[in-house]
């Protein structure tokens, strides 16, 4: 009897209890929440999960000591005597980046590759005696060292004679096809704007379709890069700097690269309610400009500042293509290379302790109370899982509360971007026991695929992660508490100040104009002070003595919004009466997007006690300009 009694009530239990699990378990099934507006393709996706790459400016421009050639420099001035495009990649590499994207071809048509589109190349070059391929060897280099290879070909060409033709076009499509079906995967492929009749030149009407198609024809899985993406776009300056807020979507119909973008602050902020997916790339380089030249080696960025760079690119929603110039043997430099190095160890150190590892969350709102979307996602690694809210929540928190109280002064967030960009304001707060309110420690707009936020180092307990305004219900897949040191110093920093010119200004006197005591200022050896000058008047400055120049040294203000000197006369006299023009109708090619000191050389040194810069056309195209400092180059 006990026997028959038992085995139909073990079975019946257990069939109930099979049932209920059964049913709890598909009342818990949730659906995810639906992607919101514009979304990343599974391309765009990885790309952005790269955060941190290599740019690599090579070509002609590093042996004529110019940032951009004329199409008319001899072929033969491009001589590498030790290129080693393995050393690029180890540095790389070690440096913590994952691919390196290289100028195949920059605005002066000059080709890294033996094109068979072009007599401007590295078959016409003294290097390797006309037999060598960069592009062959570097694509090579990359594979070993397990990085990608990403290609910039600029449209403009200065030296083809078709540009400014219907049918170069065509001819730039060839030599598109020529690297992209020749040297294997291209994970990004970087375009611009430039045109040659924004610089006085031919204007040749670019056919961007013809040049999209022609990628994706050979290399479907590249990200093109421009002010207007499709894969991604520029972020407006050239200074390393992302908007605080960066939304990934942006308005795209009706613009192209160059003079046809949007606005850089558009650039820089992205279109809240954008039609495509067009994420954030911010490009600087190491150096004050972005080919090597000998007079940089003292300037190569600190520590400090690409931290700074770090936080404000990466941290903004945006990645990060750091330019690192090979110097006139085919190297980097020994500086840059040592700095990246620190670099590299200060970002490993950023991750390696984050502080809520152990701590409890509490969402105060979970998709449908169901386990697959709760705040504990937040912590597990895994890129896929994430914390969401209902659909009808845009506003909502997360409680953090820590084993104990923990000193700290960053923070890192992310969103779950295969579903879209959503949060448009955040919060971090912490609990104050004696108001027994949350106290606001840091507040930011967009956040994106990361967002870091800095501020004054706290100690607490308890944290608020307060999600204030969301366009569609939050999906967060990760957040991290460190606490990191505020100021760092390489070992190969120089200590002294870095000199920026190579003779004193006491002598000086400026003869012309005469509109006041802030004229002095562009003399006074601090770039920190300036003057603005209207009506394109001449600067004529007398040095106090003859001297043999060599060139000379322009800063402008640091601001993109301020007006720069773009066209201009140089002279020199000896008596301030007769005046020998030494540079006419000359351009500062690069000064409007990066408004950083502009050396100029002359073709012979000249012997002079007096000089006159003569504005031609300003960046804002007005009549005013601004000077932060003239200086002249006595010495190479």
């Known amino acids: 009897m006990y026997k028959r009694f038992l085995l139909p009530c073990f079975y019946t239990i257990l069939f109930f209890s099979f049932s ?58 491009f001589n590498p005597t030790n290129l080693d495009c393995r050393q690029w990649a180890k540095i790389a590499k070690d440096a913590g980046m994952k691919a390196i994207v290289i100028t195949a071809k920059h605005h002066d048509g000059f080709c890294l590759w033996p094109s068979q589109y072009s007599t401007h190349t590295v078959r016409e070059s003294l290097w390797k005696d006309g037999k060598g391929d960069l592009l062959r060897e570097l694509s090579d280099a990359c594979k070993e060292y397990g990085l990608k290879f990403g290609v910039y070909l600029s449209p403009w060409d ?24 020749g040297y294997g995967p291209v994970f990004e492929q970087w375009f611009d704007g430039a045109n040659g009749d924004a610089h006085k030149g031919k204007r040749q009407e670019y056919d961007w379709d013809l040049f999209h198609n022609t990628v994706y024809t050979h290399q479907p899985h590249a990200v093109i890069f421009s002010d207007v993406g499709p894969g991604c776009r520029w972020m407006g300056n050239e200074k390393g700097i992302a908007g605080e807020t960066n939304w990934s979507r942006l308005n795209i119909k009706g613009f192209e690269p160059g003079f046809g973008a949007p606005p850089t602050d558009t650039l820089s902020k992205g279109n809240i309610y954008g039609e495509a997916w067009v994420p954030a790339e911010t490009d600087v380089s190491i150096r004050p400009g972005w080919f090597y030249s000998p007079r940089t080696d003292g300037k190569v960025k600190t520590l400090n500042e690409l931290i700074n760079i770090y936080y404000s690119s990466v941290g903004r929603n945006s990645n990060l293509l750091l330019n690192v110039p090979p110097d006139r043997k085919g190297r980097i430099h020994p500086t840059d290379s040592a700095r990246l190095m620190e670099f590299s160890r200060f970002i490993d150190l950023f991750y390696k302790n984050n502080l809520l590892e152990r701590a409890s969350l509490r969402a105060i709102n979970t998709r449908g109370d169901a386990p697959a979307y709760e705040a504990t996602n937040l912590l597990n690694g895994d890129y896929n899982s994430y914390w969401a809210a209902d659909d009808d929540v845009t506003s909502t928190a997360i409680e953090i509360t820590l084993p104990q109280a923990q000193t700290f002064n960053r923070f890192l967030i992310q969103e779950y971007i295969p579903l879209g960009q959503r949060v448009a304001k955040f919060a971090l707060e912490t609990w104050n026991e004696s108001s027994a309110n949350w106290d606001v420690l840091a507040e930011g707009t967009t956040i994106g695929y990361k967002r870091i936020l800095r501020f004054p180092k706290t100690t607490a307990k308890k944290l608020r992660l307060n999600i204030q305004e969301s366009l569609a219900c939050p999906v967060l897949n990760s957040i991290a508490l460190y606490d990191v040191q505020e100021s760092y110093k390489g070992k190969s920093e120089i200590a002294d100040e870095k000199r920026l010119f190579d003779i004193s200004s006491d002598k000086w006197n400026v003869v012309s104009p005469q509109v006041g005591e802030s004229i002095k200022r562009i003399i006074d050896g601090f770039i920190q002070t300036g003057s603005s000058i209207l009506q394109l008047l001449p600067i004529e400055i007398d040095l106090g003595e003859t001297l043999s120049l060599k060139g000379f040294t322009y800063i ?41 000191q502009q050396d100029v050389l002359f073709d012979a040194p000249v012997n002079a006690k007096y000089i006159k810069f003569e504005p031609i056309e300003t960046t804002l195209g007005g009549l005013e300009y601004i000077v932060a400092e003239l200086g002249v180059i006595t010495k190479l």
């Open 158 to 181: 200065q030296n083809h004679p078709t540009y400014g033709s219907p049918e170069y076009n065509q001819v730039f499509a060839n030599t598109l096809t020529e690297v992209l079906a």
């Open 556 to 596: 402008p203000s640091n601001s993109s919004s301020e007006p720069a000197i773009m066209r201009y006369n140089f002279y020199v006299s000896e008596d301030g009466k007769e005046w020998i023009p030494v540079k006419k109708e000359a351009m500062f090619n690069n000064i409007k997007n990066n408004p950083i």
């Open 20 to 77: 209920i699990v059964l049913s709890t378990s598909c009342s818990r099934y949730v659906e995810p929440p639906a992607p919101y507006g514009a979304t990343p393709t599974a391309h765009q996706l990885e790309w952005q999960k790269m955060e941190y790459y290599m740019f690599i400016h090579f070509g002609p421009n590093t042996f004529t000591d110019v940032e951009w050639g004329d199409g008319k420099e001899d072929p033969k001035v």
